[in-house]
């Protein structure tokens, strides 16, 4: 087949969603994601400052990248070679998402990392601008992409928001903005959501704004006590994050992942860590937890009943649903 006829196959099969999930080295088919973390940071920059740069400019500080690079690589070999094929990046550009670095890892380590767009301002910026100039900014990020590293344009897979415990106005416009720019793009939304009366109010304005729940993904939900906004967010066909599943939490993760299979909804749950790889290696070396859930988790779960092809299933099935676009 001469590349000509290649690419413009490949480019029928994006049209029409038969190469559907955006990561970081290119776009891939579903059932070509392998076992994912739904829910993880490669690396959580405070200094908004270089967030900026990174996103608005795409200015990398190379020194600091290849310090960070040299640090990270292990974890992504380690995650690699314990099975995990992909990882979802959590940080939105105001954390600093710096594809670049993510490129680098992706590349040597062959873990796919799917990108994202979404909360990029302080808060109060926010406050300024309506819901449809949000959404534009995300839509371009999606059409046209994130930056090109070698000949590469990196595409988000996702749009990531964070919410405060109590709703405010900018948190609002930011979810409305993210609705419509999933509608238009398809991008599913990956939303910090932190209290139940607040998971309420979002899923009652995803309803009033006739959104498809199975592009909304509530993050954190693992934390919430309230079993009926549980429900409530299950019977609309959202998805559900089971995903600080760190060492001194596998019996609560275990009993929920058991109560999903038993209660017919484990195919509506994403699991992962949360982890900010860079902070871990920085503060524990060769020691660090960012392949815990493969090295403890898994086997914690297979000893109690829950068998390792059941997690694998999990990790593997469900992420290649909520991320295809």
């Not at 290649?6 to 038969?18: A, D, F, N, P, Q």
Request: with cysteine.
């Amino acid at each position: 087949m001469s590349v000509s006829i290649w690419y413009y196959i490949t480019v029928l099969e994006i049209k029409r969603g038969k190469i559907m999930i955006n990561t970081v080295t290119g776009k891939i088919k579903k059932e070509n994601l392998g076992a994912t973390l739904s829910h993880e940071h490669v690396i959580w920059d405070t200094d908004e400052e270089y967030a900026y740069r990174l996103y608005f400019d795409k200015a990398y500080e190379e020194e600091k990248l290849k310090k960070q690079y040299k640090l990270l690589l292990p974890v992504f070999n380690k995650l690699y070679n314990l099975g995990c094929r992909a990882i979802s990046e959590t940080s939105p550009p105001i954390g600093g998402q710096n594809v670049k670095l993510m490129y680098k890892l992706s590349k040597e380590s062959g873990v796919k990392i799917i990108p994202n767009t979404g909360w990029l301002f302080p808060k109060y910026v926010y406050r300024v601008h309506n819901e449809k100039e949000l959404a534009k900014r995300w839509i371009d990020d999606f059409n046209n992409g994130l930056d090109k590293i070698n000949d590469n344009v990196i595409y988000p897979g996702h749009i990531k928001l964070l919410l405060d415990k109590e709703t405010k106005e900018a948190d609002l416009k930011m979810l409305k903005a993210a609705i419509i720019a999933s509608k238009s793009t398809g991008m599913p939304i990956h939303c910090h959501i932190l209290k139940a009366k607040e998971a309420s109010k979002v899923l009652d304005l995803l309803s009033k704004e006739k959104f498809d729940f199975s592009k909304f993904l509530w993050a954190h939900a693992s934390l919430e006590e309230n079993k009926e906004v549980i429900k409530k967010a299950i019977s609309k066909g959202a998805w559900l994050g089971f995903d600080m599943i760190k060492k001194n939490s596998y019996e609560k993760y275990y009993n929920l992942i058991k109560e999903a299979l038993n209660e017919g909804y484990g195919d509506r749950i994403l699991l992962s860590q949360d982890y900010e790889y860079y902070e871990e290696v920085i503060n524990k070396g060769e020691n660090n937890p960012c392949a815990s859930f493969f090295t403890d988790f898994i086997p914690y779960c297979n000893n109690k009943g829950i068998s390792k092809d059941t997690i694998i299933n999990i990790i593997t099935k469900n992420p290649s649903e909520f991320y295809d676009i």
